[in-house]
């Protein structure tokens, strides 16, 4: 099999749709007067493009684990087990719809193995479940929901998959192309395809149970499965690993780094550079945000009281769509196969706030001027038009002008919109913003970098006879495509259902018998600001906290929360093993595993024990940490009857 390099994808990917924009290069041509601006640095691709108007879209993990509470199956589970017994795609996709989300990617397999669609490549999948007496195709019911309710559809495949028996061999990799292609092929046009970052580890693998390494470069060759994609799926963006379409944003808390370069290294990067990535970057790589609406990314019944409000739906927006990212949003169904009352009602509301929000812009029936004008084509004017085609520019050697709106009177605003015309690249450095009240002119905003686009949410509402719009660097002449400003309409509060608390064991039933280190007891404090914190210098170091009940209790699992201090000298555990005594001095197993994407979520790991145990005492022993740092941080363990 040949391999497909990644300079050959580029050449015939990335550049193909930009060969009549002439060169990518700053340095190009020296154009007339009137002519356009030539593209500056690294520019996007036609479905990046497309991408990038698309904006916000939900994800949607539905699957055997909604039915096992948990977040990352074993690949052992039965499928009969996929039992919704009321599934709506459409109640699904019209909550998305009514939150403001344009499109839909559904997680198809996810990392135990079980297929959503029926196909015959395998025995783990829907049609083996008694959805629809085995007849059923929740991915065709998504996609053709989807298409009644005008929004895209795009798919996740878990490259990773505990069920299959060849995993990590070569005979895995013809069946996942095999499944790559029958989803390009069989749902119509995909607007993404979602590749996850978790690959390797302990899984079923057709009853070996055994841990399975892979280095993932070179194992999958991306740049053949991209290449595998596109030729069935030529506008779909591919997430995630390099060579992709779309970057990780480096954190699942849904926050862009501020600020947030859609412009990359060709290099593997970290989360910090995801998060922030480089001015300058060879590469057009933007960021995708992905967060969930709930603590975890599958349904659990007892977060119904943890849906994030509308009020903070609204930082979610100014932390990734503000900062020029896409935000993916994931909406878990529930047990029936529809989503939550809960979380219906906070996507209407905010959804309801946004669209008045956005439907009303303040700048329409200013006057625009500026300092510099490149030419009639591309005059100040055309920041108001409405059409992404134009844009204002200035001449070549004019890098810091000014633009000015003459606003209609008493008009008031708190939002600032701004955005540059991509297919010309990132030009813009720094900006700022500035009103003038009728007594001159004042700054009330600025920023660094502007590209997709940048909206500045002020303090309090602003009214003001003018505002402008100044460069105060860059390193090619502007081109600016909008400016546009709006009032924040609040959205409506939405009460949240009583914590369920009733199976967790409260703090004042347990006592800490033992533990390595000094601060284990912030475990039980309820409060996830303090942490128990241990050093870890090598995976011979396995911290430990035993834990006494004060009556028996029948268990049935325990939540880990991680410490959600990102990118510090600190990570959750790797893995974890637990024992259960009823006198201290036996000892059984209960459960041993590894957390599911605990360094990158940093959410709540519910851990369902296969068996209920009965227990005085139990021992937790945490092995190796989730990603390479020097100490072992918990903010909290609760245990459930």
Not at 530 to 554: G, I, M, N
Request: proline share 7%; with cysteine.
């Amino acid at each position: 099999m040949s391999i497909i390099t990644r300079r050959a994808m580029l050449a015939s990917g990335l550049a193909s749709g930009l060969a009549s924009t002439a060169s990518s290069s700053g340095w190009a041509r020296k154009p007339s007067p009137g002519t356009s601006p030539a593209p500056w640095g690294a520019t996007p691709s036609p479905r990046q493009l497309a991408w990038h108007a698309r904006e916000q879209y939900a994800f949607v993990h539905f699957s055997i684990n909604t039915f096992t509470d948990r977040e990352w199956g074993y690949g052992d589970e039965d499928p009969k087990l996929f039992a919704p017994t009321d599934f709506s795609a459409d109640q699904i996709v019209g909550a998305a719809k009514a939150g403001g989300l344009r499109g839909i990617v559904l997680t198809a397999k996810h990392h135990d193995g079980f297929c959503l669609w029926p196909t015959m490549l395998t025995e783990h999948c829907v049609r083996n479940s008694p959805f629809r007496d085995g007849k059923g195709d929740v991915v065709r019911e998504f996609e053709q929901a989807a298409r009644r309710a005008g929004l895209d559809f795009g798919l996740y495949l878990s490259p990773w998959d505990r069920n299959h028996a060849e995993y990590g061999r070569p005979g895995y990799l013809d069946y996942y192309r095999k499944q790559i292609v029958e989803l390009c092929t069989r749902y119509g046009q995909l607007f993404e395809f979602w590749f996850d970052g978790a690959n390797g580890g302990d899984g079923y693998y057709g009853g070996a149970r055994e841990t399975r390494k892979i280095d993932s470069e070179t194992y999958y060759n991306w740049p053949l499965i991209f290449a595998l994609v596109h030729q069935h799926q030529p506008m779909a963006c591919t997430f995630e690993p390099l060579g992709s379409d779309v970057r990780w944003v480096g954190n699942e808390d849904g926050v862009a780094g501020d600020p947030c370069w859609p412009t990359m290294a060709n290099r593997k990067p970290s989360q910090a550079d995801g998060n922030a990535g480089l001015r300058n970057g060879p590469l057009w790589w933007p960021a995708e945000t992905n967060t969930s609406i709930r603590p975890g990314w599958f349904y659990h019944a007892d977060e119904d009281a943890k849906v994030k409000d509308p009020k903070r739906m609204l930082q979610l927006f100014d932390e990734s769509i503000a900062r020029g990212t896409n935000l993916i949003l994931n909406l878990p169904p529930d047990r029936r196969g529809r989503l939550a009352d809960p979380d219906v009602a906070i996507l209407q509301s905010f959804g309801t706030a946004q669209r008045a929000t956005f439907a009303d812009n303040r700048a329409t029936g200013a006057l625009a001027s500026a300092d510099h004008v490149r030419g009639p084509r591309f005059a100040a004017a055309n920041v108001l038009d409405r059409s992404p085609d134009s844009y204002w520019s200035t001449p070549d050697a004019v890098h810091t002008p000014s633009l000015v709106l003459d606003l209609p009177p008493g008009r008031s605003f708190d939002l600032v919109r701004i955005r540059e015309f991509l297919p010309l690249g990132v030009r813009v450095d720094r900006f700022a913003v500035d009103v003038d009240r009728g007594k001159g002119w004042s700054e009330i905003a600025s920023g660094t970098c502007i590209a997709a686009q940048r909206v500045v949410r002020l303090p309090a509402p602003v009214v003001a006879r003018r505002l402008r719009l100044r460069i105060v660097a860059a390193q090619a002449c502007p081109a600016i495509s909008e400016i546009a400003l709006f009032r924040q309409i609040a959205p409506i509060a939405v009460a949240l259902p009583a914590a369920r608390s009733r199976d967790v064991l409260q703090a004042s039933e347990i006592s800490i018998v033992s533990a390595s280190g000094q601060t284990a007891g912030a475990v039980l404090d309820n409060d996830s600001n303090t942490v128990w914190q241990v050093p870890v210098a090598s995976t011979a170091d396995r911290p430990t906290v035993t834990f006494k009940l004060t009556t028996p209790q029948h268990l049935a699992g325990f939540i880990l929360t991680p410490s959600r201090a990102v990118m510090t000298d600190t990570a959750p555990p790797k893995r974890f093993l637990v024992e259960t005594s009823l006198d201290g001095k036996t000892w059984v197993k209960a459960a041993a595993d590894e957390f599911s994407n605990i360094a990158n979520a940093l959410s709540p790991q519910r851990i369902v024990f296969d068996t209920k145990v009965n227990a005085v005492y139990v021992r937790m022993t945490f092995i190796g940490l989730a990603s390479p740092r020097r100490h072992m941080a918990i903010a909290g363990i609760d245990l459930f009857r």
